[in-house]
């Protein structure tokens, strides 16, 4: 039997080793014997260009990262990595130090008989115009050569700045916003005629049945590893969300 599994918003970060520790061990464990790994975005709480990889610089978390990441590919599970809203800068020195290959947002899976779409998320909300705004600007080339032209301590500060700006926008921001807006998912659902998908970024954990042209259709929200993390596991089409 193909098992298949999906984790997203982990949010690494220095500051939070509980949460790197429990990735450490997911990757040595639950994730050995995979078919395939795949990350939906937000792996790291903010990516700012893959020379934090470099062994000049001191915190070692992005370096330990790729390292599991690359055990586990060595071990046999390919490793599929997809960019959410925090993480979008990572690059081909991060696919290649730790063997995952970057996939599109969105992505098209099969998963025994049944097509996929797997997403970070962010796409789905719609209604979130402030973000969609900021989403443009931030994956315009443009904007990202800027950006990565920084010494790493100005992308740093910028990047501080940025999740200030998020946090104080998202406070005065009704939570419906923040979630996917019904008519974008089921444009989703429509446009890649698909009748599951697996996507990230709201911290919804669920599983959700939509009612699309007469399609019975299930989204399945995948939790963030702030609190209590988990993944779902895919045995064939059986879907099953698993949490620690
Ligand atoms: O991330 P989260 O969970 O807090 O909220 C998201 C949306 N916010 C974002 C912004 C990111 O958090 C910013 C951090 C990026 C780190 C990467 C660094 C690399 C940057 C490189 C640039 C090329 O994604 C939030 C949504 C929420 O999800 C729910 O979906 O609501 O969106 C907002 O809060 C909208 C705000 O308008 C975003 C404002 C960001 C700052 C704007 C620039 C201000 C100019 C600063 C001065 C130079
Ligand atoms: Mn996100």
Redesign the pocket.
Known sequence: MSRTLFISDLHLSSDQPRVSAQLFDFLAGEARGAQTLYILG?LF????GDDVLDASQEDPLARQVAAALRALHEAGTEVRLMHG?????LGKGFAQASGAALIEDPTIVTLGTQRVIVMHG?TL?TD?V??Q???V???AKA??D???AKPLAA?RS??Q???A??????RA?PEE??DVTPSAVAEAFRRHAVSCMIHG???RPATHVHEVDGRRCERWVLPDWDRRGGFLVAENERLTLERF
């Not at 809203?85 to 800068?89: E, V």
């Not at 700006?165 to 998202?170: A, L, R």
């Open positions: 937000d709480d903010a990516w700012l809203n925090r993480d979008f800068l962010d909300c979130d402030a973000y705004k900021f989403r600007m931030a994956r904007f990202q800027e950006f990565l992308r910028l990047a700045e940025y999740r700006k998020s946090e104080q926008t998202k921001t916003i923040m970024h709201t911290h």
